[in-house]
Nanobody
């Protein structure tokens, strides 16, 4: 079943912005770090960004660094991905993922909670 729920995707023009949100589907859970991944048709799942619950420390893929910002609201148990200066190559299905233990944040196998994905389409 769906454990995390993403929202905020949509269709935007190049140069535009979107903010994605991620929250537990039913109840809060303890997480060590959460991440955003994306997957375009015919391509492998790609790491986008991650954030640590305790410290707020973040990490980004080179392809989105300086354009995307990941943040969290621990009180609301929500993780956000602010996407700015969007490009057509950002078009993908974006997944939120949560990890309840340590691991390499850039690897999908480090995560044990996943959302169903939200589509982001950037037009030229």
């Amino acid at each position: 079943q769906v454990q995390l729920v993403e929202s905020g995707g949509g269709l935007v023009q190049a140069g535009g912005s979107l903010r994605l949100s991620c929250a537990p589907s039913e109840r809060p859970f303890s997480w060590y770090f959460m991440g955003w991944f994306r997957q375009a048709p015919g391509e492998e799942r790609e790491f986008v960004a991650a954030i640590f619950r305790g410290t707020g420390g973040t990490g980004y893929a080179d392809s989105v660094k300086d354009r995307f910002i990941i943040s969290r609201d621990n009180a609301k148990n929500i993780v956000y991905l602010q996407m700015n200066s969007l490009r057509p190559e950002d078009t993908a299905l974006y997944y939120c993922a949560g990890a309840t233990s340590g691991g390499l944040v850039r690897l999908p196998t480090s995560y044990n909670y996943w959302g169903q994905g939200t589509q982001v389409t950037v037009s030229s």
